[in-house]
């Protein structure tokens, strides 16, 4: 492990838990190396996750971290975050617990701009807990629970974002590891809900199910296939099928909650 990355993580936790091949830990190296550059207090940065293959990586973040109950992660950020609106913090989540279970808390932090910065893992699949399909499972895609293909239609997890009222939206992969990070420093710099959806692999149970090779031939999956927004409008409605845009895609200004929360709670006392 790189030196300047160490003092971040619990060093007694590892080896991590995760499958040979996954991308989790190359999101959490993007995040800690975001954090480094940020340059942010360790004792003042709070890492939040739900349940879940994601979810496990507050346990090896040396950081004031809670591993909560399944699709609750904002839901306690929220809490952390009113309590006490000076803390930096993260929620990490997937795919399944986020826009399943955790859907209706993901929509409303989005709607009152609460400034967290959340890193969904979309790893297409419920890894760890069965791999069942997800509302982020492509369709025709092969789970355990769609052993036939997938009939359902996935979300857009950045248009329900924006639409929900996000303020900052941005999306890379594993293969886009500079720009995930460059991702989650802005996403962190704006002042309200931030998402940050990456693309990641599953070899073990979405790849193994879906027959797309070794975790390298995902990685290359994501690259030959995740485009800038200036590339894909450049495309013809031929070119654009199966492919993903990658960057900044949305940003907009917008009060951000606890900021007016506390404006209220100073008005009634009269401050």
């Known amino acids: 492990m790189l030196p300047e990355i160490e003092q971040y993580f619990r060093l007694e936790k590892l080896p991590h838990m995760w499958c040979p091949g996954c991308g989790n830990g190359i999101i959490l190296h993007c995040l800690v ?13 709070s890492i939040v996750s739900g349940i879940g293959c994601a979810a496990r990586a507050s346990g090896y973040l040396d950081f004031d971290t ?4 399944h699709g609750r ?9 009113l309590a006490k609106p000076e803390l930096n913090v993260f929620v990490l989540t997937g795919d399944g617990d986020c826009t399943a ?39 025709a895609s092969r789970a355990t629970t769609s052993p036939y293909g997938n009939l359902e239609r996935p979300f857009n997890l950045a248009e329900l974002a924006i639409a929900a009222g996000a303020t900052f939206v941005g999306r890379a992969s594993t293969y886009h590891t ?13 002042k309200g809900f931030s998402l940050i959806e990456v693309i990641t692999h599953c070899p073990t149970s979405f790849g193994r199910q879906n027959k797309m090779g070794s975790p ?7 690259r030959d296939h995740g485009v800038t927004a200036l590339r894909y409008d450049n495309l013809t ?25 506390q404006k209220l ?6 401050r």
């Open 33 to 45: 190396k975001a954090i480094d550059k940020l340059c942010l207090d360790q004792d003042q940065t």
């Open 66 to 69: 809670l591993h909560t109950t």
């Open 73 to 81: 992660a904002l839901a306690f950020a929220t809490g952390v975050k």
């Open 101 to 139: 279970i955790g859907g209706n808390h993901f929509i409303h932090a989005a709607r009152r701009n609460i400034n967290l910065t959340t890193i969904v893992f979309n790893n297409n699949i419920y890894g760890m807990t069965g791999g069942q399909y997800s509302p982020m499972t492509p369709n």
């Open 178 to 190: 500079k720009l995930l990070t460059d991702l989650i420093i802005e996403g962190y710099r704006n």
């Open 216 to 222: 390298a031939d995902m990685l290359k999956w994501q």
């Open 237 to 261: 409605p031929e070119e654009r099928v199966g492919k993903f845009v990658v960057g900044v895609l949305h940003k907009d200004e917008a009060p951000e909650y606890t900021a007016e929360y």
């Open 265 to 270: 709670v100073e008005k009634f006392l009269g």
